[in-house]
């Protein structure tokens, strides 16, 4: 079985600051995928990336898939208190038509 | 924008009885999945669906679980004999290809009592 770590797993800044959260795992996946849930709603897809040392960009949120495509981060810049949420990654293998494997997840609070 | 539907979007029942939950995945999606998620805790796959047959399954998906296209849009998941345990958030969720972007519906948040 293989583990998708996120770190930290809590994480409460001041709006306007930046953060980091991370996602390892020992194992190397084709594409990882970053969600965004709020309570009782389902897993919203923010990005996909795909190609070891890819980094995307979505407006104030940064991705960066590690060169070896065992991690990932996600950076976001001047956080505001909309981005409030749980953040979770989840990794694709290249075989065959097996699942995501999630994460726990980051849960940030952005104080106004 | 195209959007995985599900439905109810909770359902009390009580322990032993049936529950079907019901999901309309994006139109030309082919692949098709059930995740849960028990309060606080992570996303778990439960079953994956192609081609009008379960292509992976997981260990929580056992015979008490079973999985049904049918017609040409529902995807249904039944819970033949319901345990407390099985509270939680069930997820559909659909792909247009394997290992791409998945899209979640939002949810059916099942309490066994």
């Known amino acids: 079985t293989q583990l998708l770590e996120q770190s930290p797993q809590f994480l409460s800044i001041q709006e306007g600051e930046n953060l980091t959260v991370y996602c390892n795992s020992s194992?190397?996946?084709?594409?990882l995928q970053w969600y965004r849930q709020e309570p009782g709603e389902g897993p919203v897809l923010l990005v996909t990336v795909v190609t070891g040392g890819e980094v995307k960009k979505l407006k104030r949120l940064t991705f960066q898939f590690g060169d070896a495509r065992k991690d990932s981060s996600l950076h976001i810049t001047a956080a505001q208190p909309g981005d409030t949420g749980l953040y979770l990654c989840?990794?694709?293998?290249?075989?065959?038509?097996?699942?995501?494997?999630f994460g726990k997840g980051t849960r940030l609070s952005v104080i106004a | 924008e195209p959007e995985v539907t599900q439905t109810p979007s909770h359902q009390v029942t009580q322990m032993g009885q049936e529950v079907i939950l019901r999901c309309v995945p994006i139109s030309n999606h082919l692949y098709f999945y059930w995740y849960r998620q028990i309060l606080g805790q992570k996303v778990e796959f439960l079953v994956s669906f192609y081609n009008n047959e379960i292509s992976e399954k997981s260990e929580i998906f056992d015979d008490q679980f079973s999985v049904e296209r049918p017609d040409g849009s529902n995807f249904t998941l039944k819970i033949r004999s319901t345990k407390l345990e099985d509270s939680a958030m069930y997820f559909c969720?659909?792909?247009?290809?394997?290992?791409?972007?998945?899209?979640f519906g939002q949810g059916t948040r099942l309490t066994v009592v």
């Open positions: 194992s190397v996946f084709s594409s």
């Open positions: 969720a659909s792909s247009r290809q394997v290992n791409t972007e998945a899209f």
């Open positions: 989840a990794g694709a293998r290249n075989s065959g038509n097996t699942p995501l494997v």
